[in-house]
């Protein structure tokens, strides 16, 4: 880092990226955006292959709880089926939970399914 007034310790400061950031920052978003194409069309494929009426929509919003939640409401949904991790009542309580936002602020019924591990079982 140089100063722009040439003292190390100034308060004013500029930086030089010896590399290209923006392919960088390009090349991640390009990868984030394919695995999430991918995941699009796994849920996709798994509803259809289960002979689900249903879509799958992939939502960008500040806070999951609050996009789900306009979503659902903006195309209709009858319900909304979420899962939930099994956070302790403290870890939820700091960290929030998706599903209890769901459960606080649809207006349609929400099913909130809980993963419950098996002994001996994979994922």
């Known amino acids: ?30 990868r984030k955006r394919a695995r999430h194409i991918e995941t699009v069309k796994k849920f996709s494929k798994l509803l259809e292959n289960s ?19 306009q979503a659902a409401n903006e195309i209709h949904a009858s319900f909304i089926v979420t899962g939930t ?8 309580t700091i960290l929030g939970s998706v599903s209890d936002y769901i459960l606080r602020h649809a207006p349609m019924p929400v099913v909130v399914c809980r993963y419950v591990e098996k002994k001996g079982c994979e994922k």
């Open 1 to 30: 880092m140089v100063a722009m007034d040439g003292r190390e310790d100034s308060k004013f400061a500029f930086y030089s990226f010896t590399e290209n950031v923006e392919e960088k920052v390009g090349g991640s978003l390009d």
């Open 51 to 69: 002979k689900i009426l249903g879509e799958v929509n992939a939502i960008v919003f500040k806070s999951p709880g609050e996009g789900i939640v």
């Open 85 to 92: 991790r099994g956070l302790g009542k403290v870890r939820r």
